[in-house]
């Protein structure tokens, strides 16, 4: 059974930073796609970036663009978002999920694995 847990989020000013981990267990990840989403409250839930975890393609909601960046660590099975000049509309319960394939789907729906999410916060 595929488990993710997530971890890092925080409260943080704006202009500030920090780094999301997903620890990815119970499966073998070479042939998934690691994705980021965020819902903010009263929001649907959307796409900031993924990661093919094999061949290391990336994409990014333009919302986010030159300030996040995603990562992976195979020999540790561990997704990163580390996300810098933060705005207080970057705040949301952000989540890690995956999907088997190989293509980078932007929709929640395609991807079948989720973890708890964790709280990022960024004031004014």
């Known amino acids: 059974q595929v488990q993710l847990v997530e971890s890092g989020g925080g409260l943080v000013q704006a202009g500030g930073s920090l780094r999301l981990s997903c620890a990815a267990s119970?499966?073998?990840?070479?042939?998934?796609?690691m994705g980021w989403f965020r819902q903010a409250p009263g929001k649907e839930r959307e796409f900031v970036a993924a990661?093919?975890?094999?061949?290391?393609?990336?994409y990014y909601a333009d919302s986010v663009k030159g300030r996040f960046t995603i990562s992976r660590d195979n020999a540790k099975n561990m997704v990163y978002l580390q996300m810098n000049s933060l705005k207080p509309e970057d705040t949301a319960v952000y989540f890690c999920?995956?999907?088997?394939?190989?293509?980078?789907?932007?929709?929640?729906?395609?991807?079948?694995?989720w973890g708890q999410g964790t709280q990022v916060t960024v004031s004014s």
């Open positions: 990661i093919r975890w094999s061949g290391g393609s990336i």
């Open positions: 999920a995956a999907r088997s394939g190989s293509y980078i789907y932007t929709g929640p729906g395609e991807y079948a694995y």
């Open positions: 119970g499966r073998t990840f070479s042939s998934y796609v």
